[in-house]
């Protein structure tokens, strides 16, 4: 079973940076460079809400309007492990962030999350 473990989460004032990281493991007949991986977040009351993408082999990357050019979503996969680099951080920005995993193989999807690691911007 694939297991997706987010670490990087805290709390930072407004303006300073954080660096988020995903690291998959539990690959049976499937690599981490099959997976498209995506970060999302979830704000209290809010719904879930797509932030970054990232293709298998990191060619593409595609952030939603509200963290374009704050944020950058990379991957090493050597080291099976997808990374969120949040530069200057609002308030706004305050969620549980989610490192998701997507393959489709042999006529089927697999999709895994991760358990979330909480990203507070305060004063």
């Known amino acids: 079973q694939v297991q997706l473990v987010e670490s990087g989460g805290g709390l930072v004032q407004p303006g300073g940076s954080l660096r988020l990281s995903c690291t998959a493991s539990g690959f049976n007949f499937t690599n981490f460079n099959n997976y498209a991986m995506r970060w999302y977040r979830q704000a209290p009351g809010k719904e879930r809400e797509l932030v970054a993408t990232i293709t298998p082999n990191g060619v593409k990357t595609t952030t939603t309007d509200s963290v374009k050019g704050r944020f950058t979503i990379s991957r090493d996969n050597a080291k099976n492990t997808v990374f969120l680099q949040m530069n200057s951080l609002k308030p706004e920005d305050t969620a549980v962030y989610y490192c998701?995993?997507?393959?489709?193989?042999?006529?089927?999807?697999?999709?895994?999350w991760g358990q979330g690691t909480q990203v507070t911007v305060s004063s």
């Open positions: 998701y995993a997507l393959d489709f193989f042999q006529g089927r999807w697999y999709d895994y």
